[in-house]
């Protein structure tokens, strides 16, 4: 399994755009990108998922480069909401592959200040 | 639609007594089936994970066990809890339905042992 490597921590004021970059140096060919999100004393939440280039939804971005060595998740305009951990996986997109191995690493505290 | 069903949501034990905690899956069969640590401040440290009735599999030694009697109910336990047993545990699934690395988790059980 690829190993993963955030920040620890950021902060960002309200209504700022905030980039949150992971590098995962050992991704395998077969390996897609996923984002969740953990806010206090809950379960983490899926954001979004990506093999290249760019992916968007209704919460966020992800850009990742030719190469996938890294990949980045954007988030518009954060609010005080937003303020959460962001947890970058790597992983098959295939539960015969060892997708089940679902490893989340220490992930990126984001806080948001007003 | 799916559900998960976690319980208790906190458990004071002392060191040395029994664990049992349960987790269920509605609206999906067959699911990917896992169980999470947390301890404070840390990340998210994946203890067991199951494909199937009586499939398990054990990511780091421990004194904790898991079980899946049925298709949907997963039980972690422990004969003896230690002190660093403490932690947040959150049980999570997958299925064919969704993608592969988009697990869905319940709301998690704080468990403090003294």
């Known amino acids: 399994l690829a190993k993963t490597t955030q920040p620890i921590s950021m902060d960002s004021y309200e209504g700022q755009e905030v980039n949150i970059t992971c590098s995962h140096n050992?991704?395998?060919?077969?390996?897609?990108i996923t984002w969740y999100q953990q806010f206090p004393s809950q379960g983490p939440r899926f954001i979004i998922q990506?093999?290249?280039t760019k992916v968007t939804n209704e919460v966020a971005s992800l850009f990742i480069p030719a190469d996938r060595k890294s990949s980045t998740l954007s988030l518009p305009r954060v609010s005080l909401s937003d303020t959460a951990v962001y947890y970058c996986?790597?992983?098959?997109?295939?539960?015969?592959?060892?997708?089940?191995?679902?490893?989340f690493g220490k992930g990126t505290k984001l806080s948001v200040i007003p | 639609s799916q559900t998960i069903h976690q319980w208790p949501a906190t458990l004071v034990q002392p060191v040395g007594s029994p664990l049992s905690l349960e987790c269920t899956v509605e609206?999906?069969?067959?699911?990917?089936l896992y169980w999470y640590r947390q301890a404070a401040g840390r990340g998210l440290q994946l203890l067991f994970y199951?494909?199937?009735?009586?499939?398990i599999s054990s990511e780091v030694p421990q004194n904790l066990s898991a079980s899946r009697p049925q298709d949907r109910q997963f039980i972690l336990s422990s004969k003896k809890l230690l002190l660093s047993d403490s932690g947040f545990y959150l049980c999570?699934?997958?299925?064919?339905?969704?993608?592969?690395?988009?697990?869905?988790f319940g709301q998690g059980t704080r468990l403090t042992v003294v």
């Open positions: 999570a699934w997958s299925g064919i339905a969704h993608l592969a690395t988009e697990a869905f």
């Open positions: 199951s494909v199937g009735i009586g499939q």
């Open positions: 050992n991704i395998a060919t077969n390996d897609y």
């Open positions: 996986l790597v992983a098959p997109e295939d539960s015969g592959a060892g997708s089940y191995q679902l490893t």
């Open positions: 609206g999906t069969s067959n699911p990917n």
């Open positions: 990506g093999y290249k």
